[in-house]
């Protein structure tokens, strides 16, 4: 059983009787913090080179330069607080008082290297984010801090009875919340426009998820609110300091589903003492840099995601490996040298049976083509290398070449293939109707410098590099520079949205399958939301097992907008549950009616400031159709009201208008929806998009329209 000794259990004791010592301790553990630093650089003084000194002193200089570098980075903390929490031990074998620890964002020790603080991280640390009445882990004691940077503010304890544990005192099947008094005030504080980390209150639910053992692929299903994107972050962090070695090396992967969102976690990471992983959308991994803008049609976008394009782009490169069309002629002295069709058909045939890519196969071919014309010189001293010498730079051999076995980087592969509908219909074959076919065309560009390709089509540039390799190395270009990177771990954010060929993307940076896959089947909204995990695993690696964990516990969503989201829910994924709230109290979604579509955009001017004044500090979403996006902008504007767009600000606005497809994954202290009707109209999956809307405030809703509300709101 857990007992709070406060009167009013679940909330922070801020005249705790230990409330000073606890202080001092605090205090004591900055001055250890403070005496770190000071450790690490002084070291920079042992390792000075002067003017004579050797190469390998250099070296080895600026190695410990790099780790004294990343040492300060760690124990720089900023305005977070060092210490969140401490465990009691149980006494054992009749022993006075058991070991006590103290958590928190880093390890610190005293100049003895005895610990004053253990890394949340650490084995030592699990039982205060997984211990309950019926598994007290061993604890007599744990207590949560809420501080505000080295001050502590107040204390709530849970004592751990076992001779009342085995009444079975925990809530059944369900997951019990620690901390509740901490948890309850980080979740009531006003948002920033940027995501913070959870690690002084992760539930024990999501601890579990964060110390999953490392290989394979994770499987995180998780509701709105519950957590998961945190929880995956922090499950980086947690890899990265238990497998420090060999994931340092091998790098750790984030991807997420647009910069909005990046914009938006890109602090939690470094909060934990982690900056080396990288953060990125899908296009950011493309080889060679192209222009991405937009995205196609939700038709055009779901053919592009067909695994059937996979087929398509290898018979559109077999398509540019042809035997010539007429023989070739050129002058060489007095005499012309000869390549008939059917020789360059079988140097062509050979090159593809040598090659693996094809930009490998440019060399065979050409050497071919050099040792052909040779052949047909009438004289016996003349090698392919006297022909090539004198010849490669000629007109009619380069034609010839690329006409043969063109070097191509996929750029030029897709804009040639999408500008021709003869291109189109020799790569489709069978397995692209015509409409299809007619959905993928698009103009050529007069230069492929004006070229601007779309997120759908980034994994089909990504599959063509696949095929077609690098372009040969030019001098001073390492083969480092032509290979893909792979990583040790990868961990991708709303999953539940990502085509087949995004994900076979994926898979190519993955070095050993390890992943932790994050997101909501209920969230997947987008041209191709997925019915089920199975769908997305079937794409990803198989070298094990998948494990699945999911998150069932929604902490950021009071009760009252859960219960409106629910009624959406039941209709647009009848078979899925949304999370169980603990927030229960909160204020009721409030329902605003414009009277007309003039009066819309006033209509919203007017909630949106009076949400604002409503939060006091915190920030206030404009969730609106994508169609709407300039309307309501320029209605905040004709208002006076100061506001940001998603698309150009971030959420660094107080007011901020978020289109309704850049909403996923996003937190606000109040949030503005604005007419429903046309979100579910206009959206791909429209009902489960209008789940997202109005389930993205950790405090107040409304929702604003003129024309009816969708079925499922209506009282």
């Not at 992760?202 to 110390?211: L, T």
């Not at 938006?264 to 222009?291: C, F, H, M, N, T």
């Not at 995205?295 to 035997?323: F, N, Q, W, Y």
Request: proline fraction near 4%.
């Amino acid at each position: 059983m857990v007992r709070s000794p406060d009167k009013d259990r679940g909330r922070l004791a801020v005249h705790h009787p230990d409330l000073e010592s606890e202080q001092a301790y605090v205090d004591y553990a900055y001055e250890c913090l403070e005496a770190a630093r000071r450790r690490a650089s002084s070291l920079g003084s042992m390792v000075e080179v002067g003017r004579g000194g050797t190469e390998q002193a250099r070296f080895e200089r600026d190695v410990i330069w790099d780790t004294i570098v990343t040492r300060l980075r760690e124990l720089e903390l900023g305005d977070a607080s060092l210490i969140f929490g401490r465990i009691d031990r149980a006494e054992e074998n009749g022993d006075q008082g058991g070991e006590t620890f103290y958590i928190g964002r880093l390890a610190v020790s005293d100049e003895g290297q005895e610990p004053v603080v253990v890394d949340w991280r650490a084995p030592v640390a699990e039982p205060f984010y997984r211990a309950t009445g019926r598994a007290p882990m061993g604890l007599a004691r744990r207590r949560h801090f809420a501080t505000k940077g080295r001050h502590v503010l107040g204390i709530e304890d849970e004592v751990f009875d076992d001779a009342l544990a085995v009444q079975g005192h925990s809530n059944g099947d369900h997951a019990e919340v620690t901390g509740r008094g901490a948890l309850m005030t980080a979740l009531e504080t006003a948002r920033t426009g940027r995501l913070g980390d959870i690690v002084a209150t992760i539930q024990g639910e999501q601890d579990e998820i964060i110390r999953s053992e490392l290989p394979g692929v994770l499987v995180v299903q998780g509701g709105p609110g519950t957590g998961k994107t945190v929880v995956a972050l922090h499950r980086a962090a947690y890899l990265l300091y238990t497998y420090r070695f060999p994931l340092e090396g091998q790098g750790v992967l984030v991807v997420g589903p647009n910069r909005l969102f990046l914009g938006y976690i890109e602090q939690v990471l470094p909060s934990l003492g982690e900056a080396g992983v990288s953060l990125v959308v899908l296009a950011d991994l493309l080889s060679e840099p192209v222009r991405v803008r937009g995205t196609d049609a939700p038709a055009t976008g779901r053919i592009k995601g067909d695994l059937r394009m996979a087929k398509m782009l290898t018979k559109a490169v077999r398509d540019r490996k042809r035997a010539l069309r007429s023989e070739l002629r050129v002058g060489f002295g007095v005499e012309t040298l000869r390549l008939t069709t059917n020789q360059s058909g079988a140097i062509v045939a050979d090159a593809r049976r040598r090659a693996r890519t094809h930009n490998a196969g440019r060399r065979f071919v050409e050497q071919g083509v050099f040792d052909a014309l040779a052949r047909s010189s009438r004289r016996d001293d003349v090698t392919s290398g006297d022909v090539r010498d004198r010849l490669r730079h000629t007109l009619d051999v380069r034609v010839a070449l690329d006409w043969m076995w063109p070097v191509l980087t996929p750029a030029q592969l897709l804009h040639d293939l999408f500008g021709s509908k003869a291109l189109l219909r020799s790569a489709a074959g069978n397995d692209l109707n015509d409409q299809e076919r007619i959905a993928l065309y698009r103009e050529r560009s007069e230069s492929l410098d004006d070229l601007v390709f779309t997120a759908d089509d980034v994994p089909l540039l990504d599959e063509a590099r696949a095929l077609l390799g690098p372009k040969p190395r030019r001098r001073g270009r390492s083969a480092d520079d032509d290979e893909v990177r792979t990583y040790g771990h990868i961990v991708v954010d709303e999953a539940q949205d990502l085509s087949p060929m995004q994900l076979r993307m994926l898979g190519r940076r993955s070095l050993n399958g390890s992943m932790t896959v994050v997101g909501d089947i209920a969230q997947a909204t987008g041209a191709w939301a997925h019915a089920d995990w199975e769908e997305i695993l079937a794409q990803l690696s198989d070298r094990r097992p998948a494990r699945r964990a999911e998150l069932t516990i929604g902490y950021r969503i009071p009760g009252p907008n859960m219960d409106l989201a629910a009624r959406v829910l039941r209709v647009a994924a009848p078979d899925l549950a949304p999370p169980r709230s603990i927030r229960q109290a909160g204020t009721s979604p409030r329902f605003v009616r414009a009277a007309s579509s003039d009066e819309l955009g006033r209509v919203v001017a007017a909630v949106a400031e009076a949400e604002l004044v409503a939060v006091n500090t915190g920030n206030v979403g404009v969730i609106v159709p994508t169609s709407m996006v300039d309307a309501v902008s320029d209605a905040l504007e004709r208002a006076g009201v100061a506001f940001g767009r998603a698309t150009r600000n971030g959420l660094d606005e107080r007011i901020t208008v978020v289109p309704i497809g850049l909403a996923k994954g996003l937190e606000l202290d109040a949030s503005v929806v604005v007419e429903p009707d046309a979100i579910v109209e206009e959206e791909a999956q429209g009902l489960r998009a209008l789940y997202v809307a109005l389930t993205r405030s950790t405090k107040r809703l409304a929702i604003v329209h003129g024309r009816p509300l969708p079925e499922c709101l209506r009282d």
